[in-house]
């Protein structure tokens, strides 16, 4: 760590309101799934009102001799009455324990579901504090200051919260609004150019949960934050709302909507060696394309990259995915483009398997399971034909394809089935 | 045996099921929409909304209610990893 990243003195960032987080600028790969070209910071506030000082959040365990320091130029611990926890991931609760110990007599307030967070975080410890669960709205006097607790579940953890200062309009908005770039100069119009990071953040963290970044934005624009104090990365005291309105953009669909409202969109990807399992997939196709409103597009992963299929079923309804078992699994671009979906929404979607096999036959029930894995509905059992189709199987693969198309388009018969022929 | 009759109402599919089967048992067998994560009645992710025939799931376990409650859930709600269908009632379900 450079010497002067971690010797700059705290940042008042209004009046009575101090940054004292910590530089990370070393760091390269955060959380194991995305990286920075530029470090981070982990951002961590002291608010000073008349009757108290309350701190919100904390920083990540190994920086936490920074914190404390910064902590300490701003005020004493047995001043603060209050600690905020925005969200209890360990790069902002990291120095919650030792905050603690050391300032006893703190109040915490966290959200309903950070409870259990809480709890394993602090262990037995826990029972030497008072805290209180905060919901939507509920606020802490400070003294003429007031913080208003904001919940923002599932961004991107379920506890997760903002909390509003709200004389001055500072939204603390932990990870919310974040970027990892580490840069002392702190504020969004000095430091550097952090536009790619502050996508490549919403799009790594958010964009499984851009349905419920839309309610918190609802939650937000209201408010009008004069400023937003975000728990990595710079502070947004320029043009904050354009943040604001850039989640909103990110949030929307990522490609230009092709269909109708009342069309729904099916995909079908597959690979084949010898040709079987492509034959299945024609079949599939043709039959899904026999059903009115539903809009039906096949792919062979051999001529496509995971990238753009991604976004393809971000903003499809169904998908169908064909693989030959090699070797007692599915083959290996099926599995990169299933394991790639973690960064997006797919609960709810329908999905389905099929593939040609010589004698066991795997790769379709092993992708079924990680297709219920991924929370999607998985209606239709997978069909499984051994080598080449027969007319006949051909003809199943087309029924097969019917019916999940049926599906999709709310045109299926309502079924009846005994629990014993599951 | 006595069989209840669970209709999930999001894939209009019906199952006929022991009493005492556990909702989870079935729903991922017929592909519905519910979806879980502990299966262990502590995290509720499982929520779903009962539509028809609550009185004809078991009564929620002190675990179920915590969670419940934490997750701040309707009447009509329950846990999917948790509510059994007793009896021969009609239960008709669909996810949260
Ligand atoms: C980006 C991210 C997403 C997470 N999502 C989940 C989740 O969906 N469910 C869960 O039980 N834990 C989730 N966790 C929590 C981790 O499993 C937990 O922090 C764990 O203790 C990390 O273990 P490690 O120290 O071996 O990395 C998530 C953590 C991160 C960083
Ligand atoms: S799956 Fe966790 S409570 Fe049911
Ligand atoms: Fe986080
Ligand atoms: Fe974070």
């Known amino acids: ?422 | 045996m006595a069989k209840g009759k669970l209709t999930f109402a999001d894939i209009d599919v019906s199952v006929n099921v022991p009493a005492g089967t556990r909702v989870i048992e079935v729903s991922e067998k017929v592909g519905a929409g519910i979806i879980y994560g502990c299966r262990e009645g502590d995290c509720g992710t499982c929520l779903m909304k009962v539509e028809e025939g609550m009185e004809n799931l078991s009564e929620p376990t002190v675990l179920e209610d915590k969670v419940l409650k934490e997750n701040m859930a309707g009447k009509d709600m329950r846990c999917a990893c948790q509510a059994q269908i007793i009896g021969e009632g009609e239960v008709k379900i669909k996810p949260a």
């Open chain 1, 1 to 422: 760590m450079s010497s002067t990243f971690a010797s700059k003195p705290p940042e008042e960032i209004a009046p009575g309101v101090n940054w004292i987080g910590a530089f990370d600028p070393d760091l390269r790969t955060f959380d194991l799934i995305l990286k920075t070209a530029n470090g981070t910071t982990y951002n961590a506030y002291a608010i000073q009102g008349a009757e108290g000082v309350a701190i919100i959040d904390t920083v990540k365990e190994a920086f936490a001799e920074q914190f404390f320091a910064r902590l300490e130029a701003v005020t004493t611990y047995d001043a603060i009455t209050a600690v905020v926890l925005n969200h209890l991931e360990l790069d902002h609760a990291g120095a919650l324990p030792e905050l603690m110990r050391r300032a006893p007599q703190a109040h915490i307030y966290v959200s309903q579901r950070g409870l259990k967070l809480l709890q394993a975080t602090l262990k037995d410890e826990l029972a030497n504090y008072h805290y209180t669960l905060t919901d939507d709205g509920d606020t802490l006097d400070l003294g003429g200051r007031t913080v208003k607790f904001v919940l923002t579940p599932y961004l991107h953890w379920p506890e997760t919260k903002c909390s509003f200062l709200v004389e001055d309009r500072i939204l603390f908005s932990c990870d919310v609004f974040g970027a990892h770039f580490c840069d002392e100069r702190l504020y969004n119009d000095l430091v550097g150019d952090f536009r790619f990071s502050f996508e490549y953040y919403f799009k790594h963290i958010m964009r499984p949960f851009k349905k419920w970044v839309l309610q918190a934005m609802d939650k937000i624009e209201p408010l009008a934050p004069l400023m937003i104090a975000p728990s990595h990365g710079p502070i947004l005291r320029e043009r904050p709302m354009d943040y604001v309105k850039s989640y909103r953009t990110l949030s929307g669909s990522h490609l230009p909507n092709e269909l109708s409202a009342r069309e729904k969109s099916l995909l079908i990807f597959y690979m084949s060696a010898y040709g079987a399992t492509a034959d299945m997939a024609r079949s599939v196709y043709e039959g899904a394309s026999s059903i009115e409103g539903v809009r039906v597009s096949l792919y062979d992963l051999q001529g496509g990259e995971v990238e753009p299929f991604v976004d393809l079923i971000e903003g499809a309804d169904g998908m169908i995915f064909g693989s030959p078992t090699i070797n007692g699994d599915a083959v290996k671009p099926i599995w990169d483009l299933l394991a790639s979906l973690v960064a997006i929404d797919t609960r709810g979607k329908i999905g389905a398997a099929f593939g040609s096999f010589g004698w066991s036959g795997e790769a379709v029930p092993m992708i079924e399971d990680r297709l219920r894995g991924l929370k999607m509905r998985v209606p239709e059992k997978g069909k499984r034909i051994k080598f080449h189709p027969t007319e006949q199987e051909l003809d199943d693969c087309r029924q097969y394809g019917q019916a999940i198309a049926e599906l999709l388009a709310g045109k299926a018969r309502p079924k009846v089935i005994d629990f014993a022929e599951l």
